[in-house]
């Protein structure tokens, strides 16, 4: 394929005066080196200023094929982006706006209020994407294919246009291979399908194995900006080059004094403020330096006198100090902090798998490091599935609900110190699972599903999972309520492992399953283990047991005898999300024999201990 040339030109005014990080510029630029690996990439950010935009269109147009712009193109008066697009073009393409708007659209509503303009300047492709990272993204996908073809045209490059046609005459499906991608999975006719699962039913603890077994990231170190290491687990032994403080430093402030010289009248001969040079003048006996907290203690000087312990004798006109009276006696290094005091050089710090915290963090940026060798963190993508879902910020439509799934998730996984992306909601059918996972898997190492995991004709994960991407299914269901049809499954998607849990949709399983196999998981590649905290409790209640072990949401509080005592939120049914408020531990029930059918009042079991906003793993949750 011909080489391109791309400019990606962010539009924001926070992002030009360097008050945020430009987030949607790299990633456009990541989706061009993937998509036309021989192309020319130019970046570039300019402020929501349509003259401003227009003299940046004109300057790139010059030098680019293609150009991108990413921000801007809203409803609000600083966005100008398609205004300025218009002033400088010399003709629209609005099936590529067009393309943009319907296909947006079954994302959201929202991209009803993009006023997004393509069209040509010169030689040069100019179009408009939102500025959302994860939109522009979308767009970049929903309109790449076109992209050559494009540049062709407007370069008049008969050879390659024609073939292109040819290739489209020949073969109806070059969309495809280009483009939109096509499932291999056959939902077979209704009297045809399974009417037993195909899946093993393992325990809890198989499944779990399975996953610390296989659970493996690809690269297992990065190197972030310190800005971005908190919380990581350091991936190198850091020692220091230089001393700190790197000249002897004076802790108060007062005088720079020489001790011997004792008690007495002394001449100021200089002021010292902290971030001066260190002066070069040796201070002789009889003389002081006026020194503050962390400036440099002058050569010959010994001890440092805080001002509180002097008596100003003689002053000029202007109310300066001409001389001083040290008050008390002072004693060699008094008040001073020697070089290398803080830290020596080639002093061993910080070790590899230590959890970064804010003191760590302050420590590498006093000896100047700027970015670390961190434990590279799993990149983790939500994505949703269902028919029936709509964003929650949607009106709701007949027979739709919420998906309500995804925030679960996504802060059930921030209360464990993880952070996740948004994979947006896929319909319940191959093609769109496929290209919902195409996507996710681009920017994640681990993608964690809701729903699509049972038995329903449209349940089409494992199947898309396995035959369009040559997944080995771990397991595809645990004996375990709720959480059943839970999934673990493991791909190879452009060269790189990746690792689906396919979670139940109800959305007490889906949270059930995320505490008890992706928490722990997650660690599993990691130097620091995570185990959920378990304690015993006594029943305040008799219980039923169900057939499978069951994870019980449930209140435990701590009694005066000091035992722990727990009762259920009522209705544990898998649907009934307000069973997880309050609940602050998950009773781990046995499923019942022929023997015993329920656990009376006072039995105790075990119970893992659920996060709560302030949650801290190593303290006793206590209520
Ligand atoms: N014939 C059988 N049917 C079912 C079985 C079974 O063994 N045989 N297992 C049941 C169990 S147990 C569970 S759990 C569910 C799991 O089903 P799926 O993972 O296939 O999930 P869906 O069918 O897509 O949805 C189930 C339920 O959850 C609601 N849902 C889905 N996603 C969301 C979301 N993001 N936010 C809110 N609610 C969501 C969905 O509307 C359904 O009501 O299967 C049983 N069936
Ligand atoms: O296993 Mo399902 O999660 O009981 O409802
Ligand atoms: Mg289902």
Not at 146 to 170: C, E, P, R, Y
Not at 325 to 331: C, D, F, G, R, W
Not at 492 to 500: Q, S, Y
């Amino acid at each position: 394929m011909p080489s391109l040339t791309f400019t990606v030109v962010t539009v924001s005014d926070s992002c030009s005066r360097g008050e945020c990080h430009d987030k949607s510029g790299p990633k456009l630029l990541d989706l061009v080196e993937k998509y036309f690996p021989n192309s020319r990439t130019h970046a570039d950010i300019v402020s929501d200023d349509q003259v401003a935009i227009e003299t940046c269109l004109k300057y790139w147009s010059e030098r680019s094929d293609i150009i991108i712009t990413t921000g801007g193109t809203g409803v609000s008066p600083r966005d100008v982006t398609p205004d300025a697009t218009l002033a400088v073009i010399d003709r629209e393409v609005p099936g590529i706006s067009q393309t943009l708007l319907i296909k947006s659209l079954e994302v959201t509503d929202m991209a009803m209020l993009s006023r997004s303009v393509c069209g040509i300047r010169g030689k040069t492709l100019i179009v408009n994407f939102p500025g959302s990272a994860k939109a522009a993204c979308e767009c970049f996908d929903f309109v790449q294919t076109v992209f050559q073809h494009a540049v062709d045209l407007i370069h008049d490059k008969l050879g390659n246009v024609k073939k292109t046609h040819a290739s489209l005459h020949q073969n109806q499906s070059v969309k495809v291979e280009v483009g939109v991608p096509k499932s291999k999975v056959f939902i077979p006719r209704s009297a045809h399908r399974n009417r037993t699962s195909p899946y093993k039913m393992i325990e809890v603890e198989e499944a779990i194995n399975l996953i610390r077994d296989s659970f493996r990231l690809d690269d297992k170190y990065e190197l972030v900006d310190l800005e971005n290491a908190w919380g990581a687990i350091l991936g190198e032994n850091v020692s220091s080059v230089d001393s700190l403080p790197p000249f002897p430093a004076s802790t108060k402030d007062g005088y720079a004094v020489i001790a011997a010289d004792g008690a007495g009248v002394r001449e100021v001969v200089n002021s010292v403020a902290a971030g001066d040079q260190p002066d070069v003048k040796i201070l002789k006996p009889g003389q002081i330096v006026r020194i503050n907290t962390g400036a440099p203690v002058p050569p010959g000087a010994d001890a440092v006198v805080q001002v509180e312990d002097t008596k100003v004798h003689i002053s000029d006109a202007k109310g300066e100090e001409i001389t001083v009276e040290i008050l008390k006696a002072p004693t060699v290094g008094q008040d001073i902090r020697p070089i290398g005091s803080d830290i020596g050089s080639d002093m061993e710090l910080l070790k590899t798998g230590e959890r970064l915290s804010s003191a760590h963090i302050g420590l590498l940026a006093a000896i100047g490091r700027t970015s670390v060798k961190i434990e590279k963190s799993a990149k983790i993508g939500i994505l949703s599935t269902g028919n029936e879902l709509q964003s929650p910020h949607e009106s709701i439509k007949p027979g739709k609900i919420r998906d309500s799934n995804k925030l679960t998730l996504i802060n059930l996984l921030k209360e464990y110190g993880y952070s996740s992306n948004d994979c947006g909601i896929s319909k319940d059918n191959p093609d769109d699972v496929l290209l919902s996972f195409i996507k996710a898997f681009r920017y994640n190492d681990v993608v964690i599903t809701t729903g699509g995991v049972s038995m329903g004709e449209h349940d089409v994960i494992k199947n898309v999972l396995m035959e369009d991407f040559g997944a080995e299914i771990l397991f595809g269901r645990v004996n375990m309520k709720p959480g059943k049809p839970t999934t673990f499954a493991r791909l190879e998607f452009e060269g790189k492992t990746k690792f689906v849990f396919g979670l139940p949709g109800n959305p007490v399983s889906a949270s059930v399953t995320c505490i008890l196999f992706v928490i722990p998981g997650l660690s599993f590649c990691s130097k620091a283990f995570f185990s959920h905290r378990t304690i015993s409790v006594h029943l305040n209640e008799k219980l039923s047991l169900d057939q499978r072990p069951e994870y019980a949401r449930a209140t435990y509080t701590k009694t005066d005898d000091g035992r722990y005592v727990a009762r259920t939120t009522g209705n544990q049914i898998s649907s009934k999300l307000n069973s997880f408020v309050g609940a602050n531990c998950l009773l781990i029930l046995p499923g019942q024999t022929s023997e015993q059918k329920t656990l009376p009042k006072d039995f105790e079991v075990e119970a893992i201990i659920l996060p709560t906003p302030n949650f801290n793993c190593t303290e006793e949750n206590e209520i």
